[in-house]
């Protein structure tokens, strides 16, 4: 089975902090996806990687940066933390076509302060 | 642009009732993926079934079944004497075809099912 972990479940953190989400894959798959998840928006993507050190943004970048230095883990950085980033986080993880079905982890809940 | 329609933003049927999700898509491309997920209280996004664009065919898998229309492009889902455990909400989504830069999936907004006991 397929299997994405994710660093935290729940996370408070004050505007103004850096903070960084981790998401690890044990499946060797190419593409990994950080999405927010917001009620009435649905999932959104913020950035994907389709290779170790590539990145791409995805729907909305702003504010958020992200890290790819091993093939298994996926970081997504915020650099300095606001109120509005509340959300909930779900990285995702695929094989390189994009017909492939993506995997998800069970998300990090962040609170913003 | 791709984008996702799911109409309905909440559902609430009682137990054994049989319940249909909607799912309106919109792209230029002629080949895409179709999905739906799950996505139970415990927050973990589950994948229920794809579906690329060359098939139409019906699928049934126990319970659940799913109505694929090109024609209308609608992508429907049916749970047949929904269970309590089927409270959730669902996702609709799609994919492009193969390159770089079309890997991503659109989502829908999703819908909330209420299974009443």
């Known amino acids: 089975d397929v299997k994405v972990t994710q660093s935290s479940r729940y996370l408070v953190k004050r505007t103004g902090e850096k903070v960084f989400l981790e998401c690890v894959q044990d499946?060797?798959?190419?593409?990994m996806f950080w999405y927010r998840q917001d009620p009435g928006l649905g999932l959104r993507l913020i950035y994907f990687s389709y290779d170790v050190k590539m990145k791409e943004k995805g729907d909305i970048p702003e504010g958020y940066s992200v890290s790819r230095e091993k093939k298994e883990r996926f970081s997504l950085i915020l650099e300095s933390a606001s109120t509005n980033q509340t959300s909930m986080y779900l990285c995702?993880?695929?094989?390189?076509?994009?017909?492939?079905?993506?995997?998800f982890g069970p998300g990090t809940r962040l609170l913003v302060l | 642009a791709q984008k996702v329609t799911q109409a309905q933003t909440e559902i609430s049927v009682v137990e054994k009732e049989d319940v249909t999700l909607d799912c309106v898509y919109e792209?230029?491309?002629?080949?895409?993926?179709l999905f739906w997920y799950k996505q139970p209280p415990s927050g973990e996004l589950v994948f229920l079934i794809r579906?690329?664009?060359?098939?139409?065919q019906n699928e049934i898998s126990g319970r659940y079944s799913w109505n694929f229309q090109k024609s209308t492009s609608s992508f429907n889902f049916t749970i047949t004497a929904s269970q309590v455990v089927d409270s959730a909400v669902y996702f609709c989504?799609?994919?492009?075809?193969?390159?770089?830069?079309?890997?991503?999936?659109?989502f829908g907004t999703g819908t909330r099912l209420t299974i009443i006991p």
């Open positions: 579906r690329n664009s060359f098939d139409e």
């Open positions: 499946m060797d798959h190419e593409n």
């Open positions: 995702a993880s695929s094989t390189r076509t994009g017909r492939e079905t993506q995997y």
């Open positions: 989504a799609l994919s492009g075809p193969s390159n770089f830069g079309n890997e991503k999936l659109t």
């Open positions: 792209t230029r491309d002629t080949t895409y993926y």
